[in-house]
């Protein structure tokens, strides 16, 4: 049996053998031989998810006006303020790369319950996970 990659090369599952596209060489002759004899490779195996980009939230995050109204009702609601302290310390040990998502998670949806945003704001935080391919490990909920 054989299994597609997502280049260019044919691996053989007996032996994990990776096989070039090279008409000169017999493992692909035997490759093409067996695929006459009307058999099927394996799919290649899916990328791997792209890696969390906490920097790359964080500047998204700083553009957005969400930033700025979560920073303006700060200066008005303590407990807003702690939360987002926490979340700022939260996110600087996750772009050292340290990330509690537990943590994150919970002062997001905190953040959310006690502020007053906008469908449009909501948008652009959804955008910002998005940005730092974050969008599949934190929810608006």
Known sequence: MYQLTT???IIRLADNAFIPP??????YREYLDWLDAGNTPEPAPPPPPPAPDYVAFWDALMASSLYASIREQSFTSL?????ATEFIALLG??????????????VVGAILQIGT???????ELGAAFAAGNLDGIYTLG
Not at 22 to 27: E, L, Q
Not at 93 to 106: F, P, V
């Open 22 to 27: 090279d008409p000169a060489n017999t493992d």
């Open 117 to 123: 945003f906008t469908e449009e704001q909501l948008v």
């Open 93 to 106: 040990d996750a772009k050292a790369g340290r990330a509690n998502e537990t943590a994150i998670q919970q």
């Open 79 to 83: 407990p807003l303020n702690t939360l």
């Open 7 to 9: 280049g260019d090369t």
